[in-house]
């Protein structure tokens, strides 16, 4: 009898001993296929070899619906995102000190997980803590990533991974270098480059000229002052019916306008602008002192007048104006 003790004892000593070697031994295989094919391409049957307990590793699993047939867009656009992060993080983890695996499941090789979890939807990612260990979590349900917000970067999933698993390395993410962006950008700066130093002596005068800029600069006043931004703040019509089969171009009131009457607007001072232009600068250089008499009568008419029919909009706009000029009254 005391050999069949002897034998017992060392039967569940033994059996202790390969139930605690267990979860490194399957730590070390899932490991060491991550190295050369990371994230690791799952059924349900390997799923299941995986994430079972116990276990002394994380397991990050995304279930997914590739296929065409089943119309899921967002499991197409993360697919790379979750490749890259996968890739990134076994790579900078050799060793396996973050003690996590990555695999993917897509649903034609795992209908049956799917239906166990009652997943009626994809993408799902699942990130499955240790049972067993130091870095064991108190509870065994795996904690689901939210997709609600659509397809998400390697670097968001990265953050993620990294708060759920403390005290561990957390490689980053190494994205490869996009040189058809590179050779594009460079080609680019090149081109204008180029462009710039054939072109600069024909554009450089016109840049530099004083009558161009202050012709901008007028422009802008112009349609500022007239109201432009106002038009496109508060989205107002370009003309409107006056009631009695005809337009009005101008609207009631001064809080309000129309499209076209702002440019009327902006016409009647670029008229008025253009007139005191020319009497300041223009008139005064004219040599012949009859010509330089008839043009300050014409500038001097068409202020007036230009004026008059400013000051009769303002009567249009609020009858309580109380100036005006003829012939606009």
């Known amino acids: 009898m005391r050999w069949l003790s002897t034998a017992l004892t060392l039967l569940s000593v033994g059996s202790a001993f390969a139930a605690k070697k267990a979860p490194e031994d399957r730590f070390t295989k899932f490991h060491t296929k991550a190295l050369s094919s990371s994230p690791l391409k799952l059924a349900d049957p390997s799923f299941k070899d995986l994430t079972g307990a116990p276990r002394d590793y994380s397991v990050a699993v995304l279930l997914t619906a590739l296929e065409a047939r089943f119309g899921c867009q967002v499991c197409r656009e993360f697919q790379p995102e979750w490749d890259l992060l996968s890739k990134s993080w076994t790579r900078g983890d050799k060793a396996g000190e973050s003690r996590l695996v990555f695999g993917t499941l897509d649903f034609s090789d795992g209908r049956d997980t799917f239906m166990s979890l009652g997943l009626q939807t994809a993408p799902v990612l699942l990130l499955f803590p240790p049972t067993t260990g130091t870095h064991a979590a108190k509870s065994v349900e795996p ?21 759920h698993l403390p005290d561990r390395p957390h490689p980053p993410v190494k994205r490869p270098i996009n040189w058809l962006k590179w050779i594009i950008t460079l080609v680019s700066i090149a081109g204008l480059g180029t462009g710039a130093v054939v072109i600069g002596p024909h554009v450089l005068p016109i840049i530099q000229s004083r009558n161009v800029w202050a012709a901008v600069s007028l422009i802008g006043i112009l349609l500022f002052t007239s109201g432009h931004m106002f038009n496109h703040i508060r989205k107002v019509p370009y003309v409107a019916g006056d009631g009695r089969g005809g337009v009005s171009y101008f609207a009631g009131g001064f809080q309000n306008q129309y499209g076209m009457e702002t440019q009327i607007v902006a016409a009647m001072y670029g008229v008025l602008s253009f007139a005191a232009i020319n009497l300041a600068v223009k008139v005064p250089r004219m040599a012949d002192p009859r010509s330089q008499g008839v043009a300050v009568l014409a500038w001097v008419g068409v202020l007036y007048f230009m004026y008059s029919f400013l000051l009769s909009v303002f009567r249009m706009k609020n009858g309580g104006y109380p100036f005006s000029l003829p012939p606009f009254m």
């Open 143 to 163: 904690i689901r990533f939210d997709f609600s917000h659509g397809p998400q970067s390697a670097e968001q999933i990265h953050t993620w991974l990294a708060r």
